[in-house]
């Protein structure tokens, strides 16, 4: 039986390679790490394209190169949300109240809220599609979003399909500082999973600094 496996793109970047060195993450060598003997028919990489800001102007640039590397693996198929930006006024952290006026809501300051829309819907829709249409023996979900609770009980109960969750919090110490903490209430509906992905999975889980594709060759960023 083969296996298919779901990954949350943003959760991934923001538990386990944000401010790392494993940025140039190769998904297949991450899948075959964490599950040795597992036999991999798609893994499906559910993301958004970012949008160049002032501070990072290249960061589209890296995430296409990125897009790139991830092409030369056939197992892998990007879907894509989108991802959008909007000014909110939210209160100021730590809360500052003008002339220690308690009786009065705090300050407010206007921030960028950045959100990528989409990805976990489609991540539940093709995880029951592929459930429902294809012969998987397992199916993996990287993510922590308890918002696939409902797909998820779907395969596991209604279906009795395997689905493992795997938290993608590198290590229970990183945990303590970025609060990916494993979803109890994914825990409950999946068959298996989990806590953390170990740094030296991620570390011998990456591509080489020089991919050739059909277009010719090409490196990972150097800030990378």
């Not at 991999?40 to 296409?64: G, L, N, V």
């Not at 006024?89 to 921030?111: C, D, E, K, S, T």
């Not at 409950?188 to 594709?213: Q, R, Y």
């Amino acid at each position: 039986m083969q296996t298919n496996v779901y990954i949350d793109g943003f959760n991934l970047y923001y538990c386990a390679v944000k401010h790392t060195p494993y940025k140039w993450l190769n998904l297949l060598g991450l899948c075959n790490n964490l599950f040795p003997g597992k036999s991999f028919h798609k893994i499906r990489y559910f993301t958004a394209k970012i949008k160049a800001s002032r501070h990072d102007p290249h960061a589209p640039t890296r995430q296409e190169i990125y897009w790139r590397a991830l092409a030369t693996t056939p197992e892998v198929e990007i879907i894509e949300g989108s991802f959008v930006e909007w000014p909110k006024r939210m209160f100021q952290y730590p809360l500052a109240y003008i002339g220690n006026n308690y009786n009065r809501p705090p300050q407010l300051v206007q921030v960028l809220k950045a959100e990528e829309k989409g990805s976990d819907v489609n991540l539940a829709a093709y995880l029951v599609y592929d459930n429902c249409v294809n012969d998987i023996g397992e199916s993996i979900v990287i993510s922590n979003d308890s918002d696939l609770c409902e797909a998820i009980k779907l395969v596991t109960y209604k279906m009795g399909r395997v689905v493992t969750v795997v938290n993608p919090n590198r290590t229970k110490m990183a945990r303590k500082f970025n609060g990916c903490k494993i979803s109890r209430d994914l825990v409950k509906v999946a068959t298996t999973h989990m806590d953390s992905i170990n740094e030296k999975v991620l570390a011998n889980s990456l591509f080489t600094p020089v991919l050739t594709d059909s277009i010719g060759t090409f490196y990972k960023p150097t800030s990378w």
